[in-house]
């Protein structure tokens, strides 16, 4: 594939933005909340990538079936993503149960099943969240990213009416395995290990509905797990039973196969020396406006902000290696951190080039591990200025 080339968004690219999205879309001026009013946009500009898979419509199907969210299209005060654009890292089988029942079970004193109809009764709102998968790269614009509304029941509220004894530490998560599928890309059938104190700080809960309605299929229907803050490979879908399990057991597939994307140090023998699969503070940019103003050619870069346990507005971004860190000028401080956060900077380059922008918090007290290692970092290039 030959370099594209830097472009502003045109007729042509317009065009080919169904084939090679990173040639974005242009953004109706209108839907821009800070307009300026000195300023007329004319278009996006690329980021330096190689054309990946299409946004926003269903790739494939079962295990291999995919959605990857377009993110470049986010605007200032966003807050969840639309049902049929929230990203799909395994679609839903054909073959799930009609009738459907989570068990929760072992070491608990009162064994029982709790039906639809009984998990319906218990929902209650429980949030604005975001996913995101663990595997989540550039290659797919970080479209494996979205914020939805839930609700759904505590996984502790189902623990204490089982009556979960004192020596469970820990509590399995385990969910529908349909082993009659073949996958060219996915280790069939999910579960977790979570303690029982990690489950509880993060007010992880069984979701049944998403968004106003019930779950959809792709997204787990009729029941999933949400752990706020944790990465998606730990948001279980299709669940089918509850676990009280103890100290010593052993770490799931799942967790193994996700142990290098989750931060693990090296291959941790039991599941209780796992680290929790949090995801840390970041940001990513995801649009780059070009603009006219007052005559000469500005730059808008336009970024979401999340992950991690504590709100910051701390976040800066860098141009060029040796260049200077300035802080994001719009960057909103969230109330909380388990959605996401729009900020925008308006950038002037000194000349035509080619730019990496990178992004970090600068408050050492927040931890940055994946910021630290220039994942999320973009690249334009740039011929006006
Ligand atoms: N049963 C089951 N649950 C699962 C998975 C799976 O393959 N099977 N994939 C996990 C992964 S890796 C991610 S990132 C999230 C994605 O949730 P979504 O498809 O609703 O976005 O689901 C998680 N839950
Ligand atoms: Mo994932």
Redesign the pocket.
């Known amino acids: 594939m030959a370099d594209p080339g830097p472009r502003l968004v045109g007729r042509r690219t317009f065009a080919r933005a169904a084939t090679a999205p990173f040639a974005a879309a242009l953004v109706a001026p209108s839907l821009l909340r800070q307009e300026p009013a000195d300023g007329q946009l004319l278009g996006v500009l690329p980021f330096r990538v190689r054309p990946g898979p299409p946004f926003d419509r269903k790739l494939g199907s079962g295990?291999d079936g995919r959605?990857f969210t377009d993110l470049s299209t986010l605007q200032p005060g966003q807050g969840v993503t639309d049902t049929e654009r929230?990203?799909?890292?395994?679609?839903a089988s054909p073959r799930l149960p009609a009738d459907w029942s989570v068990s929760v079970g072992g070491l608990v004193t009162r064994p029982q099943s709790f039906n639809l109809r009984t998990l319906t009764d218990l929902t209650v709102p429980s949030g604005t969240h975001l996913?995101?998968?663990?595997?989540?790269d550039d290659s797919v614009g970080f479209g494996?990213l979205?914020v939805a509304e839930w609700a759904g029941v505590q996984v502790g509220h189902l623990l204490d009416r089982a009556g979960v004894r004192m020596d469970a530490a820990h509590v399995l998560v385990?969910?529908?395995?349909d082993e009659s599928e073949p996958t060219m890309t996915?280790?069939?059938?999910?579960?977790w290990i979570f303690s029982r104190d990690d489950l509880e700080r993060a007010k992880s809960f069984l979701a049944v509905r998403m968004n106003g309605a019930p779950l959809t299929p792709?997204?787990?229907a009729p029941v999933?797990?949400i752990v706020p803050g944790w990465?998606?490979?730990?948001?279980?879908?299709?669940?089918t039973g509850i676990e009280a399990v103890p100290g010593d057991a052993v770490p799931t597939s799942?967790m193994r196969e996700?142990r290098s994307r989750t931060h693990q140090r090296g291959t941790p023998p039991l599941a209780r020396d796992y680290e929790a699969a949090v995801i840390d503070t970041t940001a990513t940019p995801v649009r780059i406006e070009k603009w006219l103003r007052r005559g000469r050619p500005a730059y808008r870069v336009v970024g979401v902000m999340w992950g991690g346990p504590t709100p910051t507005n701390a976040l800066q971004i860098r141009f060029a290696a040796n260049g200077p860190w300035v802080a994001v000028e719009d960057c909103p401080r969230p109330t909380s951190t388990t959605a996401w956060t729009v900020w925008s900077h308006w950038w002037q380059p000194a000349e035509p080039g080619r730019y990496d922008l990178v992004l970090k918090v600068a408050d050492p007290a927040i931890r940055t591990r994946r910021l630290d290692i220039f994942y999320y970092v973009r690249t334009v290039d740039i011929v006006d200025v």
Not at 86 to 91: E, K, L, N, V, Y
Not at 231 to 239: D, E, P, R, S
């Open positions: 295990l959605l929230f990203f799909i890292r395994t679609a996913i995101e998968c663990s595997g989540n494996m979205s385990t969910g529908f395995d996915s280790i069939p059938g999910a579960s792709d997204h787990g999933r797990l990465y998606g490979c730990a948001c279980i879908k299709w669940v799942q996700y």
